[in-house]
């Protein structure tokens, strides 16, 4: 995406220093934009865990990248994976990229040919990254193109929670890359931000780079959603995941439960966005299953914000008073109306996410399913016999 008119992805190896990664440190969005180069895989264990970098898709590339940084170093690989892998818990990409290192650094022989490997490796995970994220947006831009001809030419509002734009991820983003389809094509599409408490991931970062693109957005308090939904001013809702079952169980930042039952109260789409390195092929039930990071309570005592130019932090709360910080809940499959993935668009469940992904169906019962249109049959008027493509 562009930042001032310069193309950046989120992190990449620097052109002339092969021995540094450089990523873009999130904490100073939107105020600064800074980048930060990362030598050791210690550097990256800080950086993810104290969300320099975050989002599913981007935390996966950091730590294909904090594993190459491991081999060239010389540290003990195993040993670099665990200290990677204890710093996020939720975000299934996180595991997938460290063991996918593991797997691919095993099969090289001298340690010359390691390094080059996890180098490769740690490049194609990030390229993947991005070009998923790209065909998700052309499977999800059908949702819009719908929407745009039942509405002649009106507004489209989408309504997204946190950030799961091309600041989560490599390039594009999942939950965003369908909008800036739309927008590059010229629809009049417009994005409900909300603010995502207490980190504040969608004021900060999401509403930044909605506007360095040129989408027009509204940045509103997290609990407004349900509000604009009875109005009628929300189409259609897209949020990413961290980690989504097989079954169709999606786990993402805390609130996103709570925008899912607005949702099905007021017979909204609801849409997850996601490329298939975020589910989880092991967990079938969510809700038992997928464990939910817990952060500080000092990210909700506390905000930061800017003045005078400087980033400063003011408490919220009482002295005393304890606070509890659940950073993802878990939204059940029932409230999901499908899921926009690489290959196309399904529905929330084992038989149709395993008709799209069959590689990993071999321990499951051969069933055939019948993919969604980019409207469960709830939103479509009868006779519609439209489908998406698998792509």
Known sequence: MNVGG???????????????VQLIDQRFLPHRFVVEGIATVEQMATAIRDMHVRGAGLIGAAAGYGMYLAARGGADLMQAAAQLKATRPTAVNLAWAIDRQLHAI???????????TALATAKQIADEDAEYCRLIGRHG????????????????NVLTHCNAGWLAFVDHGSATSPIYAAHDEGLPVHVWVDETRPRNQGSKLTAWELGEHGVPH???ADNTGGHLMQRGDVDLVIVGTDRTTYTGDVANKIGTYLKALAAKDNNVPFYVALPSSSFDWTMRDGLAEIPIEQRAAEEVRHADGWANGERVEVRLTPENSAAANYGFDVTPRRLVTGLITERGICEANEKSILALFPEHASSAPTRKATLLSPFSSREMGAGDKSVASPG
């Open 106 to 116: 095993a099969a090289a022989d001298l340690a010359k040919d390691k390094v080059a």
């Open 218 to 220: 509204t940045v509103i």
């Open 141 to 156: 831009l059908e949702l819009i193109h719908r929407i745009a001809r039942e509405k002649h030419g009106k507004q489209i």
């Open 6 to 20: 310069q193309h950046f992805r989120t992190i990449w190896l620097k052109a002339d220093d092969a021995r540094i």
